[in-house]
């Protein structure tokens, strides 16, 4: 019975008989047709099909549903092949598309029949290790000895104003701000892997293991790397632990002395570790001055800065490299505007001016070492990937096809700094400076308000006066530079200057140099008394690397920083030095040539008044190769700063000298680049 109502419900009205909806004008047109036929009977109209419903539009919403739903399938998917396919599957592909894989160095060594002697320390750079909180205020409630550096990162998008503030230091003192603990993470996981995938020592321990390395012969120096050297013993006792850690080494390895591997600002910071072992206390670490002697068999120091990095320039004078000027310049609004108060940059500035570790890479030397207005060890480089030489200039074609010859563009990288790129390029005579140092400052910039104090850079005390008369002094050398953050950073660099110092000693047997702020400056203070011990300078050539800057002044905001590169300054030719704003030259992409080679090529080449004992020294280089498909990863012969860790030959080297190999019999030196020329450009007593 319910079926027949429903069905019943279906039919439509029966028309009214005084119903005539269309009128005479409907009449006239069915004149001439058939009678319309009367309507179905019941039973009939019960097999008419419903009338169609509607189709639903697609929203948005429906739109990002289905992407996400796709996005996580595929996820899912990938991640069930990957646990499902064999091990050797990945090696497999590669090997089919590439041809056969050489042997990793640990593997190759062991067919030789090399094994584990010389127990090995390694000494991280800077933010490669990782870092725990162990207290902190409400927003990190739950971080417990979670990494706030190091590993995901999750907490950088979580809570990224809790994060700033937990990873800076205290402005006036550069150590814990009050309530905020954070420490290094120990062991080898400190620094095997920078993030999950992206390894750092991960690689060469695993080929050093091959010869039968484990932990009890490795220790990893973790330290941490936000604060000055001598803090790191004042606050957590670090140089003490590496002391008492080498000496177990090699009392436990049968007396063989350890081979030491520091990396990036390692090398600095086992550099003053060398001076502390052997001072006596409380200043130093009472070892002797032959403790060095007594411990040490090798120091292979990888992408060295031992004379600083241009780059440490730009990080404190705007926050900036090479990519983050490009990207600046791309979408300003990102990283520069005040859009939902990210002040990106502004809080970046906030957070490393308070790592005084970051002053000890500000380039040494002084115009002796990196050149003034008119020269540098440099002059003369090409900046072109392939070196097609005709009588020393560079043969192209025209549009017609005829030979024009183009000479390589000069280079002044004396001036680190430069504001405008007519002022880089222009003679010296041309360039009027006016003084900058007794400038009058004041807090008349816009920015001067309450608001500006969460990202306080300094900068906002400067004011209009100090702002001009920077620009207006026009160009700075690498002295220069440490009169520039004196005036544009004070705070900064008064508690830098307590630690670190960039000049040439003219007397190292004058007093004042046991001070602990002369002991990561190599050309301040001497090797220790160890003929036997062997320094190595390893690191990568052949990749573009930054040397000096074009400036300009930054548009003006509220909170800004008021000097940024200027992205737009380019070279007149696809192989000029000047790409984005700044003038680039041989090295690994982090640390030029000069400052990686230089001591070793010649400060320290002998018995020189820097390394009175004679200690031999050794350059090796490495050729930058790029991995030739994305299945290599990043590469087994690259020269990159940090990818250099897993290059093959590298490793080679680094097993041999611990398995015993002397540097005579890795044949000494291995050079690609210019460093012996340029090395004896640089007149320095020694």
């Not at 009367?38 to 009338?51: I, R, V």
């Not at 400036?551 to 790409?579: M, R």
């Not at 093959?648 to 000298?657: N, S, T």
């Amino acid at each position: 019975m319910s079926l027949l109502r429903r069905r019943k419900q279906q039919q439509p009205p029966p028309p009214s008989p005084g119903d005539d909806s269309n009128g005479s004008d409907h009449d006239e047109k069915d004149k001439g047709k058939k009678p319309a036929a009367q309507p179905p009977s019941t039973s009939a109209s019960s097999s008419a099909p419903p009338p169609k419903r509607a189709k639903a539009k697609w929203s948005c919403v429906d739109s990002c549903c289905w992407l996400v739903g796709c996005v996580c399938s595929a996820w899912w998917l990938l991640l069930f092949l990957y646990n499902a396919m064999p091990a050797s599957f990945p090696q497999y592909v590669t090997e089919a598309i590439t041809g056969p894989l050489p042997d990793p160095p640990g593997v190759k060594l062991q067919k030789e029949g090399l094994h584990a002697k010389h127990p090995v320390v390694f000494v991280p750079g800077i933010v490669t290790g990782g870092l725990e909180l162990w207290e902190g205020h409400q927003c990190a409630e739950g971080l417990f000895r979670k990494r706030l550096w190091g590993g995901t990162f999750g907490d950088v998008y979580k809570r990224p104003l809790c994060w700033v503030e937990h990873m800076s230091l205290d402005n006036e003192t550069g150590l814990d701000k009050p309530g905020i603990r954070v420490r290094p993470v120990t062991g080898l996981v400190a620094a095997d892997y920078f993030v999950p995938g992206y390894f750092v020592w991960a690689v060469l321990i695993a080929n050093l293991a091959r010869i039968g390395y484990e932990e009890k012969n490795m220790y990893m120096a973790a330290y941490d790397w936000r604060l000055s050297f001598q803090n790191t013993e004042v606050r957590d006792q670090t140089l003490s632990r590496i002391k008492s850690n080498i000496e177990l080494l090699v009392a436990t390895n049968g007396g063989n002395r350890v081979v030491v591997i520091p990396h990036s600002m390692g090398v600095l910071y086992f550099l003053h570790f060398m001076k502390w072992v052997e001072a006596p206390p409380p200043m130093g670490g009472g070892g002797g001055p032959n403790w060095c002697a007594k411990h040490i068999k090798a120091v292979t120091n990888i992408g060295g800065p031992f004379l600083g990095v241009p780059k440490a320039v730009a990080g404190l004078f705007s926050s900036e490299a090479k990519d983050v000027a490009v990207a600046r310049a791309i979408a300003p609004e990102v990283l520069d505007s005040d859009f939902l108060g990210l002040q990106t940059l502004r809080h970046l500035m906030r957070m490393t001016r308070t790592w005084d570790s970051t002053m000890s890479m500000i380039p040494k030397g002084g115009e002796t070492i990196w050149g003034g207005l008119d020269w540098s060890p440099e002059d003369g480089v090409e900046c072109k990937s392939k070196k097609k030489k005709v009588n020393d200039s560079e043969v192209s074609k025209d549009v017609n096809g005829e030979p024009v010859e183009v000479h390589p563009e000069p280079v002044n990288y004396g001036r680190m700094v430069s504001f405008g790129k007519d002022v880089a390029e222009a003679p010296v005579s041309d360039i009027e400076q006016i003084e900058f140092r007794d400038a009058v400052k004041g807090s008349n910039l816009a920015h001067s308000n309450t608001s500006c104090r969460d990202v306080w850079t300094e900068y906002h005390e400067l004011g209009w006066g100090g702002i001009k008369a920077v620009a207006d002094y026009k160009v700075y050398t690498a002295s220069s530079i440490i009169d520039l953050f004196h005036f544009v950073a004070p705070r900064m660099m008064q508690r830098g200057s307590v630690h670190f110092s960039y000049g040439i000693a003219d007397d190292l047997d004058d007093p004042k140099y046991n001070h602990y702020k002369y002991w990561s400056n190599p050309l301040e203070t001497k090797l220790p008394n160890a003929p036997e011990m062997e320094i190595f300078s390893m690191y990568g050539v052949g990749i573009p690397t930054e040397r000096a800057y074009v400036y300009k002044l930054s548009p003006q905001a509220e909170c800004y920083i008021p000097f940024q590169i200027d992205a737009s300054a380019e070279g007149g030719h696809e192989n000029s030095c000047l790409k984005g704003g700044v003038y680039l030259s041989d090295g690994d992409e982090t640390v030029p040539v000069l400052s990686a080679g230089y001591m070793c090529a010649k400060a320290w080449r002998g018995k020189t008044r820097f390394n009175p004992s004679g200690s031999k020294t050794y350059v090796r280089e490495y050729s930058h190769s790029p991995p030739s498909t994305l299945l290599e990863g990043r590469g087994t012969q690259s020269g990159a700063h940090v990818d250099i860790m897993g290059n093959f030959a590298l490793m080679e080297d680094i097993i041999r000298i611990a398995a015993g190999a002397t540097g005579e019999e890795l044949d000494g030196d291995q050079v690609y680049s210019d460093i012996f020329k340029w090395s004896e450009r640089i007149k320095l007593k020694l």
